[in-house]
Structures are given as structure tokens and as C-alpha cells.
């Protein structure tokens, strides 16, 4: 592990980096004039007590800043790891509708902060539409050939097909059109044919 010993430049950049993630998180959440306002404050999202107040930036770096980053030295001297998660990473917080307190929030990287998102409106309908079998409940098995007429497998339903073949249900369309065109019909090199 790399130390860079308190008084450096180094150090002081980390601190006021740790006061850029405190004031922007205040400003995300309490004035109404921030670009983030209306996905924090706007939806109810607040601050601690205890980070809110004018002088909480003392209280978050000491959450922020446990015994295992910062070393002793000797007289007065202490040193910082590089490797300590705010560092190089993200504040994150674990309930994404909760509030930013010490229980609620994290250090993590960028690509566990992508996936600890709330859902947007296409995702939510995409989550909400129903499946093929869901709009037609007298769904047939399907059988999978390849362009020889070769039997390769059956599935029970189109969209179980498409999952299985293509890792995408959204496939069902184009072998429902290929699997109706009767001898011509194929998709993607394979032949489908409905059963039943």
C-alpha cells in the first residue's frame, strides 16, 4: 500500500474531495436549483442530522475516514492510504429511495453504483409487459429444425424458444412470422414449425 504522509498535497486533495462528495450530496437533496434536485430532494430523498448541519462535514469524514486509513507515525505525524475506498470510488447509497446516513450509505465503484439504480420508465414496462403466452393463453409447443428439416429440439412455447436461443424473449416475434410463412420462413438460420 502507497501512504503519502499528512501535509502533503496529495492528502489535502483527498480531504477536499471528501468535502466535494459532502456538499454535493447537500445540494443534491436541500436546494431546489441543483441539476439533481429533482431525483433526490424533488423525490424526498434527505440527509442525516447529524451531515446536514453547517459544520457535518466533520462528522461524515469521520465515518468516512476509519482507523484503517489513517496511520500513526510518531509526533504528530500521520499518514493516508491510497487504497482507502473514497479514494477512487463512489458514494453510494444501499436503499436507493432511503435517506444518506451512515447505515444507508457505502463506498463502491462505478459499475456496483450503475446497478444499484432505480429502474427508468422503460424498464419498468418492459417489466410490466406481458409475455406472449400471458396475451394468448392457448399457447403451442414449438418445434426448432434446422434448414434441412432436421428435428434439433421443442420448446413449450415461443418465448421459452427465444430465450433459450437467442437469450431474448423479444425474439418470439420473428419466429411466430417465421414459423407461420410455412417452407420459407426461418430465422437466423433455423426453421420453426407450430405444434398442436
Not at 406472449?132 to 429440439?153: C, F, K, S, T, W
Amino acid at each position: 500500500m502507497r501512504y503519502i504522509v499528512e501535509g502533503d498535497s496529495k492528502v489535502l486533495a483527498y480531504k477536499s474531495r471528501l468535502y466535494t462528495v459532502w456538499a454535493n450530496m447537500k445540494q443534491r437533496c436541500f436546494n431546489p436549483k441543483s441539476n439533481g434536485y429533482a431525483n433526490y430532494g424533488g423525490r424526498g430523498i434527505t440527509v442525516c442530522p447529524m451531515w446536514a448541519k453547517r459544520n457535518g462535514y466533520h462528522e461524515f469524514i469521520d465515518w468516512a475516514v476509519t482507523d484503517n486509513i489513517w496511520w500513526h507515525f510518531g509526533e504528530g505525524q500521520r499518514c493516508y492510504d491510497l487504497a482507502a475506498p473514497f479514494a477512487s470510488c463512489s458514494l453510494d447509497r444501499v436503499n436507493n429511495d432511503g435517506p444518506y446516513t451512515p447505515i444507508n450509505c457505502r463506498w463502491v465503484d462505478y459499475k456496483e453504483q450503475a446497478r444499484n439504480r432505480r429502474a427508468t420508465k422503460s424498464q419498468e414496462k418492459r417489466k410490466k409487459a406481458k409475455t406472449y403466452e400471458e396475451q394468448h393463453p392457448n399457447v403451442r409447443p414449438i418445434l426448432v429444425m434446422d434448414m434441412e428439416g432436421n428435428e434439433l429440439a421443442r420448446y413449450e412455447s415461443i418465448s421459452k424458444a427465444a430465450i433459450e436461443l437467442f437469450g431474448d424473449v423479444t425474439k418470439h416475434a420473428a419466429i411466430r412470422y417465421a414459423a407461420t410463412r410455412s417452407k420459407k420462413g426461418s430465422y437466423r438460420g433455423y426453421k420453426f414449425k407450430i405444434l398442436g
